[in-house]
């Protein structure tokens, strides 16, 4: 979605009148707004063990940047539809079930790490950018796997619903690269796979692998290769043409990044100790994030 399309959202929104006391504000009302007004529910998609933006803490309770992120549109819900008391429930999700479980109503809103690509605008929609990872190669240090090039005729661990480790075909130098794809079902299962030694290497996000490798047993033991496969903008994710709720979605992230929260949202789950270990992943906010950050947008790879 372009950034023309975002100030259409957020004409849109505005157009609602949202806290004037509209006497045809439910009438109105249309896709997830309606749905909310109607059933004073929310469900969110949560994910497991997507650190730091969707994980379990130590009560299995699911928190994470993305999950303050949208507790903030729950907060923007509650007042524009003056439902103090809106229910919110929890559903986890996978990447394999994300986009199916928004399709068919499991889910409202889905606040995870998933990245805003064209491809998946044509099943659903995106808000604005809240962060930018490169997909990088985890491997052990004592593995053998110095490039690229040594991850010929090797299983290469991928998460089930992801494409990340596609984009190994497509980097100058894995063209010629031959490999055997073993999937696990989630970040955390794909883990445990070069943990166990089935797969010599993880391609993923740098900062899913990088809170994956803090909370493992021996940090130590590994590494991400140089080589950035791509650059990828994760968004919050949302049904397809569903203007409103996108508005308001929208908006509520930018008042956010305006005020300046988003930087002590970030630094609370990327520079500080986190559950459930207390371990601080020590990841600074990257120039392309502050880049977004001056000038927000939704669009997508």
């Not at 809103?109 to 990872?133: K, P, Y």
């Not at 661990?157 to 494409?163: F, K, N, Q, R, Y």
């Not at 990327?270 to 502050?290: C, H, V």
Request: charged residues 25%; aromatic residues 6%.
């Amino acid at each position: 979605m372009k950034l023309n399309s975002l100030a259409v959202a957020l004409l849109a929104f505005s157009g609602l009148q949202f806290g004037a006391g509209s006497a045809a504000l439910a009438q109105e009302l249309t896709g997830t707004l309606k749905k909310v007004k109607e059933l004073k529910t929310i469900t969110l998609g949560h994910r497991e063990s997507s650190v730091p933006f969707s994980f379990l803490d130590d009560k299995q309770q699911p928190v994470g940047y993305s999950m303050d992120l949208c507790d903030k549109v729950v907060s923007a819900l509650k007042a524009e539809l003056k439902i103090p008391d809106l229910k919110v429930i929890m559903q986890p999700v996978t990447s394999a079930n994300r986009i199916n479980l928004l399709g068919n109503g499991t889910i409202d809103l889905e606040c995870g790490s998933t990245t805003n690509t064209m491809e998946r605008q044509r099943q659903v929609a995106f808000g604005i950018t809240t962060f930018v990872a490169n997909v990088k190669t985890l491997v052990k240090k004592n593995g053998g796997i110095k490039s690229l090039a040594d991850l010929n005729g090797k299983p290469i661990a991928t998460t089930s619903g992801s494409t990340a480790v596609q984009l190994i075909k497509a980097h100058e130098k894995g063209a010629k690269i031959d490999f055997k794809e073993i999937y696990g079902k989630d970040h955390a299962e794909s883990f445990l796979l070069v943990e166990a030694d089935r797969a010599v290497a993880f391609v993923m996000d740098d900062v899913l692998l990088a809170g994956l490798v803090a909370n493992s047993r021996t940090p130590e033991a590994y590494r991400l290769l140089d080589d950035v496969l791509r650059a990828e903008p994760y968004s919050l994710m949302l049904r397809k043409d569903d203007p409103q709720f996108k508005a308001l979605v929208d908006k509520t992230l930018l008042d956010v990044m305006k005020s300046g929260e988003i930087k002590k949202i970030y630094a609370r789950w990327f520079e500080s100790s986190i559950p459930p270990r207390g371990i601080n992943l020590r990841f600074p906010m990257s120039q392309e994030l502050k880049e977004i950050l001056k000038s927000p947008n939704d669009k997508g790879i």
